[in-house]
């Protein structure tokens, strides 16, 4: 479950370092709450129950809901990147980091004890919602789905893949696979959905392995 962690006891009143910390404490409830509820499922009420402050106090930190919303999904992209996009750069360019970004998205979304992503439980909430939070979520799901792209494209480039490969096509693949497993484990609660998306993006892959 990705989340903002901080150890603070929340007052209202605070100096700026300490009303910095009491707004990171927060968005780390509104996450939990929205892991479990949807983005959705944040409230001012919800959030001052959890963190033992007044309504006022907590909407003192965000001009309103829809911040507040925003600023989850944003705290939620900087965990993501750090979870799965950046420890994917430690990996040698082309199959190995392709694969990595791959399965790291899918343990986190899918796996046991996990979060639902944010970019496909949000798709959902805000596809026919224009605003700034759908906004948000698209310019995540777009820099997510470059990262993939460009890992797809350095796996031809290198000679993982083969040269004739759709890289968009690929992707798309990829994607659909992973949100069929989401929505499969989250909504059907279906324990097979994890394996059966590894299966399935391991023989896509290897028909597109290139030979040598």
Known sequence: MIQVRVNLESAEGQSPKKGSL??????????????KSGLEG???????????????????????REELQVEVVR???RSFQEL?????????????RLNHMINSWLRMSVGENTSSCFFIA???EFDDRPGIVRDELIKSVQQWRSALLRAIQESIAIGHLQK???ANALLFQIYS????AHHDSRFLDNPKSLSTANKLIKQILSTYKATH
């Open 164 to 166: 004739n490969v759709d």
């Open 22 to 35: 009491t707004k990171t404490l927060i968005l780390d409830a509104a996450l939990d709450i929205a892991n």
């Open 42 to 64: 944040i409230t001012i009420g919800a959030l001052a129950d959890k963190v033992n402050m007044s309504k006022s106090g907590v909407f003192a930190h965000f001009g309103s």
């Open 177 to 180: 696979i992973v949100l069929g």
């Open 84 to 96: 799965v996009f950046q420890s994917a750069l430690l990996k040698p360019k082309g199959l190995p």
């Open 122 to 124: 949000g798709a959902a």
């Open 75 to 77: 705290a939620y992209h």
